[in-house]
């Protein structure tokens, strides 16, 4: 699958809200409390959610890294080309 977003997009976040499985969103792992990423939704597990890269092949995930605290939901690329689904 090719990801829906790359470096250098800036996005529209929706802090605190509530995911639904296959949403983007913005997390963060216990492991690397400082470092921000954008994954997609899984599904919820104990302790946050699964989630996964849209590339398999060159994404650290949930898979490595174990559940993530999801922080928000992403609901626009603003930039480079605006795009309301992701």
Known sequence: MVPA???EDIVLVRWGAMPEAGQVVL???ASRPGQ???KRASHPV???WHVVG???YAST???QLGPAEVLGVVKARLWPRP???L
């Open 54 to 56: 849209d590339n398999p």
């Open 61 to 63: 995930d949930s898979e």
């Open 46 to 48: 104990d302790g946050g």
């Open 5 to 7: 977003l790359r470096d």
């Open 27 to 29: 997390v963060r792992w």
């Open 83 to 85: 795009r309301l689904r």
């Open 36 to 38: 921000l990423s954008i």
